[in-house]
């Protein structure tokens, strides 16, 4: 495997970062908590392996919490993921932050069994809170994963 390398998005990233949101969050809004986001406005982080962007990170500091907006990794297996974690939770710490904090759905098994093993902790389950979601985003599908039917948020955190 080549040589992986994490550093902070730029200007030149916005389309790769837009078309990431739109593969894998089905547009360039998120909701979590109730809030509608634009990650393409928020400050993030791009994984890069032997130069091929291969991932992306996006966050936004509210007091001494941060929020992980967005999260993507393209190749999985080459530690994009990760590494991706770890710079946002090394830019929380650097804010003051106290907690690194996300939201993901209740069909994401997969991204609750890479979250729980690099240390993050299920803080709070958010009942219904993506059925509510689909008034502010209405293209949020109804069935996720697996045939799951998408209906709650799982709040995951990582204390600094």
């Known amino acids: 495997m080549g040589e992986l390398r994490v550093r902070p998005a730029g200007p030149a990233d916005a389309g790769f ?5 739109d593969e894998f969050f089905g547009g360039t809004l998120v909701v979590s908590r ?4 634009d990650p393409t406005t928020q400050p993030g982080f791009v994984a890069e392996l032997d130069g091929e962007r291969i991932g992306f990170a ?23 993921g990760t590494a ?13 932050c106290r907690r690194i904090w996300l939201v993901t759905t209740n069909d994401n098994i997969h991204a609750l069994r890479f979250y729980q093993r690099r240390g993050w902790d299920i803080a709070a389950l958010h009942r219904d809170a993506v059925t509510r979601s689909r008034a502010l985003k209405p293209s949020i599908a109804f069935v996720g994963a697996d045939g ?3 209906r709650h948020e ?6 600094l």
Do not use: N, S
């Open 58 to 80: 996006t966050y936004r500091i509210d007091g001494d919490e941060c929020e992980l907006t967005a999260i993507a990794a393209l190749r999985e297996g080459a530690g994009a």
């Open 34 to 37: 109730g809030v509608l986001q």
């Open 84 to 96: 991706l974690l770890a710079a946002c939770a090394d830019a929380a710490r650097a804010a003051g």
């Open 154 to 159: 799982l709040e995951l955190e990582l204390i």
């Open 148 to 150: 799951i039917p998408l």
């Open 17 to 21: 970062i837009r078309a990431a949101l």
